[in-house]
């Protein structure tokens, strides 16, 4: 079952999946699943709120261990999220989906 989120509860989302392995895709909106513009996995390390400018409002950045590439969470592009506690995070900002899944999903392996 899918949650819709605000803000906050798909910040607080992400940082509950720190210190998991996550798969994230970034998609345009228009077609999500069918097109990702880039994916990468890994264990997700941290959620770091980045200084900007007022009156833009919070960002934050999220790494991964081991992979030169982040991903970042802003209030200002923030259009949606949904949730489903298995599976993982889908967030809309702007033009863009951002999944964030949990690598067991795709693996077959169970949680610890």
């Known amino acids: 079952m899918e949650?819709?989120?605000?803000?906050?509860?798909?910040?607080?989302?992400?940082?509950?999946?720190?210190?998991e392995r996550v798969d994230v895709m970034?998609?345009?909106?228009?077609?999500?699943?069918?097109?990702?513009?880039?994916?990468?996995?890994?264990?997700?390390?941290?959620?770091?709120r980045a200084p900007v400018p007022k009156p833009h409002g919070e960002c934050f950045f999220f790494s991964l261990v081991g992979v030169d590439v982040?991903?970042?969470?802003?209030?200002?592009?923030?259009?949606?999220?949904?949730?489903s506690r298995d599976i993982g995070l889908w967030l809309r900002q702007g033009e863009m989906e951002i999944a964030v899944l949990r690598s067991s999903v795709f693996t077959g392996e169970a949680e610890a």
């Not at 949650?3 to 210190?19: E, K, R, Y």
């Not at 909106?29 to 996995?41: A, K, Q, S, W, Y």
């Open 26 to 48: 970034v998609s345009p909106v228009e077609h999500p699943r069918l097109c990702p513009l880039v994916t990468f996995n890994g264990v997700l390390h941290s959620g770091t």
């Open 70 to 83: 982040a991903f970042w969470l802003a209030r200002e592009r923030f259009e949606g999220a949904r949730e």
């Open 3 to 19: 949650t819709s989120l605000t803000f906050d509860q798909a910040l607080a989302a992400l940082l509950g999946l720190i210190g």
